[in-house]
Structures are given as C-alpha cells and as structure tokens.
C-alpha cells in the first residue's frame, strides 16, 4: 500500500483505543503531562532490579533507552486500565527504540495494562521495550498486548516479573 493511503496516527490511535475500551470494560482518565525529575542515584535504582545485564536484549535496552513508563501502584488502590501505546509513523533512515517499563504494585493493588504497538505498513524497524513488573502480597495484574506491525519491524519486547505470595499476573 502506499503510505499516503493510510490512516493517520490519531486515527489509528483512536480506533486502537476504542476496540480495546470496548473489550475491557475502561473508564475515561484525564490526560495530563506531569514533569519527573529523578536523580541519578535513583534513576540508576530503577533499572535492573529484575531485568539483569546477563540477559542481551535487557542490557541493551538499559544502555539505549531514552524514555518510557515508571507507575507505582500504592497499596490496596485499583489503578483500573492504563493504556500504552506505542506508535511508529515514519522515519528518514532506520530507526530503533527501547522504552523501559517499571511498574510496581503494592499489597493488593489491582491494574489492567493495555500494551498497544503500532506501525506502518512496510516500515522497518526495531521496538525493544523491557517491563519490569513487581506485584506485592496479594496484588493483581493484567497484562494485553496488542501489536500492529508491519512484517519489517522487528519487535522483541522482554518482561521480568517478580510477585509476591498470592500475587497474580495474567
């Protein structure tokens, strides 16, 4: 196909979002852009407590990445569905990513993730997300991956999981 025929990226990422909401359930949550500062100290503490450097495609996500998601569930709180999505339109050459997750959930928390990949048809390139994931005693997470790739990308994502007694992940 050619590329000017496709749908745009809000379009795609609207419809993405409608398909899944309608399949599980989701409430609306407002969008907001909040700034993190973290030192390096700490910056440095949430990386590779689960995904070790032995393991290749985690090491060079720690050495590449350049941003994703850190969400720290409070004990007994239902975060309800979090969608992320990742979308990729175009690029001038070839083009790599490695978004780094951290989610933890404290006892008894509860959280849907939505983990949305998608890319243009025809378009080359690699999607190296790491989650790290970490359920307290009792905690609840579910976690569904939708991917809409071309056959040019390459995307070898990688989950580490630790969960505590009675913990689930699904």
């Known amino acids: 196909r050619n590329a000017m025929d496709l749908a745009s990226p809000e379009a795609v990422g609207r419809y993405a979002a409608e398909r899944a909401l309608s399949r599980l359930k989701g ?10 500062l973290f030192e390096n100290t700490l910056a440095a503490g949430l990386l590779g407590s689960l995904a ?23 004990a007994g709180e239902d975060a309800g569905l979090i969608e992320l999505v990742s979308v990729v339109t175009g690029a001038m050459g070839p083009i790599a ?9 404290g006892q008894g928390a ?4 939505l983990d949305t990949s998608d890319g243009l048809a025809g378009l ?3 999607h190296n997300p790491v989650f790290e994931i970490s359920l307290g005693e009792g905690a609840e997470m579910a976690h569904v991956r939708i991917q809409r790739e071309g056959r040019a990308a390459f995307h070898l994502s990688s989950v580490h999981t630790a969960i505590a007694a009675r913990g689930a992940s699904r």
Request: net charge positive; proline share 10%.
């Open 52 to 74: 070790h450097a032995t393991q290749p495609l985690a090491a060079m996500n720690a050495a590449l990445f350049e941003d994703g998601l850190f969400l720290d569930v409070p």
């Open 97 to 105: 990513f490695h978004p780094r997750h951290v989610l933890r959930l």
């Open 27 to 36: 409430r609306k949550v407002p969008t907001c852009e909040v700034p993190v």
């Open 110 to 113: 509860r959280l849907t993730l």
């Open 124 to 126: 080359g390139y690699l």
